[in-house]
């Protein structure tokens, strides 16, 4: 990636790579001016960036998008700090309980033109991979502030997401939330019955990759 022609390209003063773990995608975190912007080229970014002018009208906040290509993206920063970052010990079941309220809200939504990818009932808006660095939460307030990664939004089952942010909070990644008994709670939070087959089911599919129909 040529961070001195990113720059230019978008009026920047500075260009840093973003480490995004396992996503295969190229993330640039852009200064420009008083803005923090973000540039992400890769495959599925163009789904990404349709689910995310889409998602801007609704009340779910999210980046927005301010430029786009065949395969990439310009948009602006979200607010607030995600979920997987360290958080003082008391205000973790404060954060846990916006990160069930998030999927609450995204479930609230009464309608979506995209599907899920992953098999099931298309009931509620999902995200389809809610996890901790995808839920954002403002440190002030320790409410819900966005969610971003969302090529694989659409209308699924609702253990979609139960299951992935269980996954997330259990799989020893994010131990300052306790483990598997805040997956639980998360769950329990989020409305779902932690005890459900569903979660194991679509833990699997996400950890295969196998579920698109």
Avoid at 134 to 148: A, K
Avoid at 170 to 189: D, H, K, M, T
Wanted: hydrophobic content about 35%.
């Amino acid at each position: 990636m040529d961070l001195a022609a990113l720059t230019d390209r978008f009026g920047a003063t500075r260009a840093e790579p973003v480490d995004l773990g396992w996503s295969g995608a190229t993330v640039v975190r852009l200064e420009r001016a008083a803005e923090t912007l973000y540039y992400k080229a890769g495959a599925g970014v163009a789904e990404e960036a349709e689910r995310l002018s889409w998602l801007a009208g609704t009340e779910i906040p999210c980046p927005r998008v301010l430029d786009r290509g065949d395969d990439w993206m310009l948009t602006t920063q979200l607010h607030g700090r995600d979920a997987s970052q360290t958080w003082p010990a008391a205000e973790r079941p404060a954060v846990l309980a916006a990160v069930a309220d998030g999927v609450r809200r995204l479930r609230g939504l009464t309608e979506c033109p995209f599907d899920s990818p992953f098999p099931g009932p298309r009931e509620v808006v999902t995200h389809g991979d809610y996890c901790a660095p995808n839920v954002f939460i403002d440190p002030e307030t320790l409410r819900f502030s966005g969610i971003l990664d969302l090529s694989r939004l659409g209308l699924g089952d609702r253990y979609v997401d139960f299951a992935l942010m269980h996954k997330s909070l259990s799989n020893g990644l994010n131990p300052q939330y306790g483990g598997p008994p805040a997956a639980r709670e998360f769950v329990v939070l989020a409305g779902g019955d932690p005890d459900d087959p569903r979660i194991q089911h679509y833990t699997d599919l996400d950890d295969t990759g196998n579920y698109t129909p």
